[in-house]
Antibody, heavy 118, light 110 residues
Framework: QVQLQESGPGLVKPSETLSLTCTVS????????WSWIRQPPGKGLEWIGY???????NYNPSLKSRVTISVDTSKNQFSLKLSSVTAADTAVYYC????????????WGKGTTVTVSS | QSVLTQPPSVSGAPGQRVTISCTGS?????????VHWYQQLPGTAPKLLIY???NRPSGVPDRFSGSKSGTSASLAITGLQAEDEADYYC??????????FGGGTKLTVL
């Protein structure tokens, strides 16, 4: 059974870059689309972007200028970088798997909380 | 403001039936993109509940059902149980090349 685990710093300073990694276990990273989604405290879900195992990406237009998602197939991991963060980027960040670029996400990580504060 | 519109809250007594609507536009649901539903229990990650408008993943009770018509979709829950109390989100795809979510609906079991 495929499992996803997010990891990274829980506290990031304003204007710095948020970096998170999602480790895929129990299955291969190949042939799927891998997304990042976030949820600010008390609010709804926001899709950040995805990467295909081959390296092609697609980002939420509202975050595109600040987001980079990369993949390391040798480690079965993919990563998120979000630059120039502000308090508005404080959220629980989830990684998730999707069978198609435009479809549902069927496996989710437990999420990791990132707080932007000095 | 979310691209897909859901009611902020719904409620029902145990055993009753409730529905949650998800309204989009001609650039997402109305463009033919499928709608998917997630259940988020308090303090946990979202869980896929319905995919492809009306399909249930293995393990999801048949008390949960989904439908889609035009620019809208609905999630129905019959035989309401206390354990169904959660937030529910619809999700689709938009012609802007982006996955989009509804704002979420909090279901309260009275």
């Amino acid at each position: 059974q495929v499992q996803l685990q997010e990891s990274g710093p829980g506290l990031v300073k304003p204007s710095e870059t948020l970096s998170l990694t999602c480790t895929v276990s129990g299955g291969s990273i190949s042939s799927y689309y891998w997304s990042w989604i976030r949820q600010p405290p008390g609010k709804g879900l926001e899709w950040i972007g995805y990467i295909y195992y081959s390296g092609s990406t697609n980002y939420n237009p509202s975050l595109k200028s600040r987001v980079t998602i990369s993949v390391d197939t040798s480690k079965n991991q993919f990563s998120l970088k979000l630059s120039s963060v502000t308090a508005a980027d404080t959220a629980v960040y989830y990684c998730a798997r999707a069978p198609r670029s435009d479809y549902y996400m069927d496996v989710w990580g437990k999420g990791t909380t990132v707080t932007v504060s000095s | 403001q979310s691209v897909l519109t859901q009611p902020p809250s719904v409620s029902g007594a145990p055993g009753q039936r409730v529905t949650i609507s998800c309204t989009g536009s001609s650039s997402n649901i109305g463009a033919g993109y499928d709608v998917h539903w997630y259940q988020q229990l308090p303090g946990t990650a979202p869980k896929l509940l319905i995919y492809g408008n009306s399909n249930r993943p293995s393990g999801v009770p048949d008390r949960f059902s989904g439908s889609k018509s035009g620019t809208s979709a609905s999630l129905a829950i019959t035989g309401l149980q206390a354990e169904d109390e959660a937030d529910y989100y619809c999700q689709s795809y938009d012609s802007s090349l982006s996955r989009v979510f509804g704002g979420g609906t909090k279901l309260t079991v009275l």
